[in-house]
């Protein structure tokens, strides 16, 4: 098998391998859940206090980025940490994300806001989860965000990236790609491959510590 240390793929790349996994039977629900499974053990293994009662705080945006930021806050929870989950642009819009979201609602450690957090919120908690954009992001950072943005870069918290920390273009290799305001993040971590920002020398102080997570493509594929 291919050494996933090694593997990169485009964005595009990836969504085709996502649709295969489907069609061969890994829904996509079920890779967000593998995903944000895999993402929550290393939340866990960054910040240990949650285990104890600690605080998350965890940065959604509408799409399924923001999906798998739902299913880190719900198993974080679970383990018995508060879990603050922040709809950074309103409730989500995509269904496998608009699911995650309402399973949320009947836990009792989980609080769903579309408020921002504050900055002393924000230097309270054990850790921050950055899933506010994916792959999908390119453009220019909307205010809000940015605003939140800036509000996470000045806190003394460690934050972790889902897939990519957000405002970076997943596809980007050029010497500007951190130039636009985005999340620095202490740890990142993307799913089946790396994409091309991974590997990009320009962005490598605001990706922190990478990891690469299975979320059952190779399996699926080869058989």
Known sequence: MEDRSKRVV???QMKELEKAADEAGLSYYQMMENAGMCSAAIVIGCAP?????GKGIVLCGKGNNGGDGSVVARIIAGYGAKALVCLVEGEPVTPDAIRNRKLLDDMGNVTVTEELPSAE???DADIIVDGIYGTGFHGAMKERAGELVDRVNGSGTKVLSLDIPSG??????GPEAAGGKHIKADYTVTFHSFKPIHKNPAAAESMGQISVADIGIDEVLKK
């Open 10 to 12: 485009s964005c595009a």
């Open 121 to 123: 919120e924000l230097d």
């Open 168 to 173: 970076l273009a997943g596809d980007d290799e």
């Open 49 to 53: 206090g949650l285990m104890k009662g």
